[in-house]
């Protein structure tokens, strides 16, 4: 489906008279909300490919339909998202999901569609066909030199696939861990763990990242090799500065303080990237922002402190990611709505009187540090982020158009009612 530009102005024009009362409020402080509006304009949250199709548990998967059965087609069903928001200018591959077949090809249409390939993924947590050893037991982890060596060259292989399409850095991401007590000597399984990276870490191109993603449980029970930020962080550590830790929302314990680790983190200046998601009890992968909207402005209120103290490029210099999928909506619409809560958690995090809340810290004056930071919660900065998409070329209303459009049952016709995307 082709989006044109003329396509979204006009569907704007319907919703401008209403867009400009909704700003109106915000034109009076024009010196605060100038750089905001800039800032989420620049600011690009990048699609995973394995979200765009429904994801499914343990129980049972239900296709919604018009599912991209191909690498050409998931670029262009980001290229959609990215048409109507502006602000997902950026795709995550998933090695062996996505390999590309004609590399040429696959880098134009992703010019074309003004996308860029954030970091790839490699994947130990399942066996593929025809491969000679099995990760039931772990990969880079495992007792068996082989299989150690059939996962490194693996990573290796992504790296690779990667450098060809523009990529910077490769996420890993282990499954490996115990189930039971007495099964993993931990000390052997991090030591093997780290030498294992430590190859995989020395095939990193000069401009590469590799980000070290932890996982507290699932799908091992009792113990998980990369469990937590801390072995994250001393993975890094002891890998070098190319090496750094990437928080996925939905890895913690419940009731983590999620954005004291991002905080401690960029400190360190072990920070990699993100991927966002929502959750309500583990790895729940639901729509960011709809369950602990809180949560996830607090986060970027660190976020947003911490690469300001080490002037960081808020655009640039972390990966941001979405790492979402569910069951019950459409995978495009979803990624509409995380993308914004996204966006809404950054502007208000913009918004924090900083000084202020140091003053408020500095005096001990808890009730003050609570309302600067509640107070802009409260803000519905909505507007904003829509001027952002207004000036960018998006539509006001992203998810509004999709259904105007009727996207889902155009894909359907298109691709079928039954695809299933790769990889799921
Ligand atoms: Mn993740």
Redesign the pocket.
């Known amino acids: 489906m082709n989006l044109t530009p003329d396509l979204i102005a006009d569907y704007n024009d319907g919703l401008l008279a209403r867009h400009r009362r909704t700003l109106a409020p915000w034109t009076d402080s024009l010196e605060q909300t100038e750089p905001v509006i800039q800032k989420l304009i620049d600011f690009q949250i990048a699609i995973p490919s394995w979200a765009l199709g429904t994801g499914g548990t343990r129980f049972g998967r239900f296709s919604g339909g018009g599912e991209p059965g191909s690498l050409t087609e998931k670029l262009d069903d980001v290229g959609m998202l990215h048409a109507l928001n502006r602000s997902s200018g950026a795709i995550s591959l998933h090695i062996p999901w996505d390999i590309p077949t004609d590399v040429n090809a696959v880098r134009q249409q992703a010019e074309r569609l003004g996308l860029r390939f954030d970091a790839v993924n490699s994947n130990t947590f399942q066996d593929q066909t025809g491969q000679s050893e099995s990760y039931k037991f772990g990969s880079l982890q495992h007792t068996d030199g082989g299989v150690r060596r059939q996962a490194i060259d693996h990573n290796i292989e992504v790296i690779r696939h990667g450098e060809t399409l523009g990529s910077k850095a490769l996420t890993v ?1 282990l499954s490996d861990g115990s189930c039971f007590p007495g099964q993993l000597n931990f000390r052997q399984a991090f030591a093997r763990t780290l030498a294992s990276l430590g190859e995989i870490y020395d095939a990193l191109p000069a401009d590469w990242k590799v980000y070290v ?1 932890y996982k507290a449980f699932e799908p091992n029970f009792y113990s998980m090799t990369v469990g937590d930020w801390g072995s994250s962080y001393l993975y890094a550590s002891k890998l070098g500065p190319k090496a750094y830790t990437l928080v ?1 929302l939905g ?1 913690h314990l419940p009731n983590a303080n999620i954005e004291q680790i991002v905080a401690i983190l960029l400190h360190e200046g072990k920070l990699g990237g993100f ?1 966002f998601n929502d959750s309500k009890y583990g790895d729940d992968d639901l729509t960011a922002g709809s369950i602990k909207p809180y949560q996830l402005f607090l986060i970027f209120n660190e976020l947003v402190d911490g690469m300001d103290a080490r002037q960081m490029n808020h655009a640039n210099d972390l990966g941001w990611m979405i ?1 979402a999928s569910h069951n019950v909506k459409d995978p495009l619409e979803d990624l509409l709505q995380s993308v914004e809560a996204i966006q809404i958690a950054y502007a208000q995090a913009l918004l924090v009187d900083r000084a202020a809340l140091e003053d408020a810290r500095q005096n001990n004056d808890v009730v003050q540090a609570q309302e600067i930071l509640q107070d802009v919660f409260r803000t519905d900065v909505r507007p904003l982020v829509a001027e952002a998409r207004l000036r960018a070329g998006a539509a006001l209303d992203p998810l509004g158009l999709f259904r105007q459009l009727d996207v889902r049952e155009k894909l359907i016709q298109e691709r079928g009612a039954k695809t299933i995307a790769t990889g799921l």
């Open positions: 991401w993603e996925d890895h991927h790492d």
